[in-house]
């Protein structure tokens, strides 16, 4: 960010804690704003980074077809209604056709839609589309549980409901396939 850009909106967030009450020149909040700005840039970080050169900079050509599963995945993301956050765990799943590709590339995955102003549902089925359209494997299943501060903090405060999501696709559309993928995510730790 420039530093006009970065100083203007330093101010503007001077202002929103005047407004809030606060006094934003007592030495707590001196640094808070730059912090502000410093926290929203890495947390909206996903918006910069290229999905298509993570899954397609490390596939491998194999002869398997059984599935791969990363789970516990920890998410971290902010609700784009009200910008707090919400976090869990991701798994994915899938069926390799003719490649794999390299295992810490699911996560950066997950990590670059988490990384955006998000909801659940579009943060599960935007990790599934973006494996099924540059991996083109058999079948691909995408699993997100979720806590959600917005839920807890606020409204309903509701402490101990967590969202589940799921996006299926391919050959995890099959009840087959998806059972074998649930049971896979929820087994017993190493």
């Known amino acids: 960010m420039e530093q006009a850009s ?3 909106h330093c101010e503007k967030l001077k202002e929103l804690l005047t407004s809030l009450g606060e006094d934003p ?3 707590g909040l001196l640094k808070t704003p730059g912090r502000v700005i410093d926290s929203l840039q890495f947390l909206t970080s996903g918006y910069t980074e290229d999905v298509e050169s ?3 900079g490390a596939l491998f050509d194999v002869d398997y077809q059984d599935m791969v599963v990363v789970r516990d995945i920890e998410i971290y993301s902010m609700c784009e209604h009200h910008m707090l956050p919400f976090y869990g765990r991701c798994h994915v799943g899938y069926i390799p056709r003719d490649k794999v590709v390299g295992l810490s590339k699911l996560p950066r995955v ?3 839609f988490s990384r955006r102003l998000q909801v659940q549902e579009r943060l599960t089925h935007q990790i599934s589309e973006a494996i099924e359209q540059y991996l083109k494997p058999l079948g691909v299943g995408v ?3 979720a806590y959600h501060l917005c839920m807890m903090m606020r409204g309903v405060t509701k402490q101990n409901s967590f969202t589940l999501t799921s996006s299926m696709r391919g050959t995890f559309q099959n009840l087959e396939t998806r059972n074998e993928f649930f049971s896979l995510i929820r087994s017993q730790k190493l």
Do not use: A, S
């Open 6 to 8: 970065y100083q203007y």
């Open 25 to 27: 020149e007592r030495d």
């Open 54 to 56: 993570v899954l397609t």
């Open 110 to 112: 997950v990590d670059i």
């Open 143 to 145: 699993v997100v549980e």
